[in-house]
């Protein structure tokens, strides 16, 4: 797979026909891999190139919303994984206020050399969005043909999949939610000095700040997973200000590896998030905080046993 900025590339970096998937693909869930696999399956029986065309941040929508569910870094994994060959990343400011004729002809047809597209049923694109996906169908039937794929809308339950259900989710605590959509939700930040309370404490801990593009889940205590190398470690992790031991107000994590020792200052560990356990709250005393860890802490092994 190939990774290309469209704010550096030539004219000509995708010499090929393709087919490109449109999205933002934030969270890369069910119904964004159904973007994928078609534009995938189209590319691959035309014998021609795949493309993913999606964003380097968010868009903010209509309710102000721009915490994401992946990073760029995590969205490229994600992406990769459904055999995609190219990933072309725009910057949304340098398109937005691009007509959808504009748009067709100098990024789908002119930078991408899309002969196809695949979308979902509510794609957006041009100035203010608007158009959809019904206007691509034309723009390509009347430039020269070429067929667009419109995903279906999936639902569970009464839920539409999409990513400000996701967001939605996450703010709430529901990260177990996630896994019925096709995603998660984890961070993946280096390890910062922290007051080391809980290592005096017998139970070391290591600190973190998730990146500012990202959504903060709701404060409280998870069951986790650790990362570290090639090795995967159950934890406990506290979103939070931490309230017992500090007053500035800060949100960060912090995380005991259940079965881990070792020195992880300046490492980035990726935390990867699976259940909601309690809100977050103050204790009379650091030995009642550290006591209610330990429990936390139980029930972690059980819920991966």
Do not use: W
């Not at 449109?22 to 795949?50: P, Q, V, W, Y």
């Not at 999606?54 to 990769?80: L, Q």
């Not at 650790?226 to 960060?252: K, Q």
Request: net charge neutral.
């Amino acid at each position: 797979m190939r990774i290309i900025n469209l704010k550096t590339m030539a004219s000509d970096e995708i010499s090929c026909p393709s087919v490109v998937a449109l999205g933002t693909f934030d969270g890369c869930h069910m119904a964004h891999k159904e973007i994928l696999k078609n534009a995938f399956l189209l590319a691959r029986k035309n014998g021609i190139a795949s493309v993913a065309y999606t964003f380097d941040s968010v868009p903010k929508a209509k309710n102000g919303d721009t915490g994401a569910i992946y990073t760029i870094e995590e969205k490229i994994k994600a992406i990769k994984k459904m055999g995609i060959d190219y990933i072309a990343i725009d910057t949304f400011d340098d398109v937005k206020n691009l007509s959808p004729e504009e748009f067709f002809f100098k990024v789908l047809r002119g930078t991408l050399n899309a002969s196809c597209a695949s979308c979902g049923y509510n794609y957006k694109f041009g100035k203010g969005a608007s158009a959809g996906a019904n206007e691509l169908k034309e723009l390509f039937l009347e430039n020269g043909g070429g067929s667009v794929v419109i995903s279906d809308k999936i639902t569970l339950g009464e839920n539409t999949v999409s990513s400000t259900l996701i967001r939605d989710l996450i703010r709430e605590g529901e990260v177990e939610a996630l896994f019925s959509l096709g995603t998660n939700y984890s961070v993946y930040a280096p390890v910062v000095e922290g007051k080391h309370l809980a290592t005096k404490m017998g139970l070391p801990t290591i600190n973190q700040y998730i990146p500012k593009e990202k959504a903060v889940p709701k404060l409280g205590v998870y069951i986790t997973e650790c990362e570290i190398g090639e090795d995967v470690y159950p934890s406990v992790t506290n979103v939070g200000v931490r309230p017992t031991t500090d007053n500035n107000g800060e949100v960060n994590m912090e995380t005991h590896i259940i079965g881990y020792r070792g020195y992880l200052y300046g490492s980035s560990i990726r935390v990867n998030f699976y259940k909601y356990l309690r809100g977050e709250k103050k204790f009379s005393s650091q030995e009642e905080l550290f006591e209610e860890i330990e429990k936390n802490k139980e029930e972690a092994v059980k819920y991966f046993k």
